[in-house]
């Protein structure tokens, strides 16, 4: 079973940036598919961007072009480094994994943007 631990959230000004990582109880290169997916109040969970194991990535088309997401193998981590960051991009952000079949999540990290 993949335990998946999220941090780095919080306030943040409209414009500006943020890194949120994910830290996995596993080598991340065993875990077929690696993502980020958020949910804004009221709204259903989106995705906001993947990795996969050999490295390809996915991208949401509002985030396409200010948001990156990366790993670091040694480190069973994954990030997404939030740039330009927009009022629309407040939301709790999830980490996932998709191993054997399954989905693994996070229990989630809060971005607040401000205007």
């Known amino acids: 079973q993949v335990q998946l631990v999220e941090s780095g959230g919080g306030l943040v000004q409209s414009g500006g940036s943020l890194r949120l990582s994910c830290t996995a109880s596993?080598?991340?290169?065993?875990?077929?598919?690696m993502g980020w997916y958020r949910q804004a109040p009221g709204k259903e969970r989106e995705l906001v961007a993947t990795?996969?194991?050999?490295?390809?990535?996915n991208y949401a088309d509002s985030v396409k072009g200010r948001f990156a997401i990366s790993r670091d193998i040694d480190k069973n981590t994954i990030f997404l480094q939030m740039n330009n960051l927009e009022d629309g991009d407040t939301a709790d952000y999830y980490c996932?994994?998709?191993?054997?079949?399954?989905?693994?999540w996070g229990k989630g990290t809060r971005v607040t943007g401000s205007s």
């Open positions: 996932q994994g998709h191993q054997w079949g399954v989905d693994y």
């Open positions: 596993m080598n991340i290169l065993t875990i077929v598919v």
């Open positions: 990795i996969r194991t050999g490295g390809s990535t």
